[in-house]
């Protein structure tokens, strides 16, 4: 469980020093992409630790091998009332909508950078201001996730 949170955390790290740093920089759609790449597979690690926790407290019997059996099975239970899990899900899914979409690149190398993501529903416009929000609320989870498993 320990192991899981510290990937997730260090997942987390390599986001803010992306999102902070090289997009200020360098304000590319690359960048943006790796963000919230990073940013997804920080959610995927916090949702093992959460299994896990739940594992721990018998909550669950056992784990499932495919990282989305795992979400469904944390989609499907509601074991952690206090966390939002179902929200930060419907992002964790979001974030790997628009990372297997095909895209186009706007404004590189200007503030206003922007990746368009072209996706079944539409296109969805991804700004630097987007990849903050986004940030923010898995920074927000996984401070809550910390507080719950270290009770």
């Keep these: 469980m320990e ?13 803010e020093h992306l999102y902070y ?3 200020k920089y ?4 690359d960048v943006i992409k790796s963000s919230l790449e990073r940013m997804s597979n920080a ?5 093992i630790t959460l299994l896990l926790y ?6 669950v019997k056992e784990i499932p091998p495919s990282p989305i059996l795992k979400i469904k099975a944390l989609e499907g239970q509601n074991f952690f009332p206090e966390l939002d899990v179902a929200a930060h ?7 790997r909508k628009l990372l297997r979409s095909p895209f186009d690149r706007e404004e590189e190398y200007r503030r206003h950078v ?4 072209k996706t079944e529903a539409g296109e969805e416009r991804i700004t630097i201001d987007v990849v903050g929000e986004y940030y923010q609320k898995v920074f927000e989870f996984l401070k809550q996730v910390k507080q719950l498993i270290t009770q």
């Design 3 to 15: 192991e899981a949170f510290e990937s997730a955390l260090d997942e987390v790290k390599r986001a």
């Design 54 to 59: 739940a594992k721990k407290k018998k909550k």
């Design 43 to 47: 959610l995927e690690f916090m949702f």
């Design 114 to 117: 922007t990746m368009i993501a």
């Design 21 to 23: 740093v090289s997009l």
């Design 26 to 29: 360098t304000r590319t759609v």
């Design 89 to 95: 899900i419907a992002l964790y899914y979001k974030m």
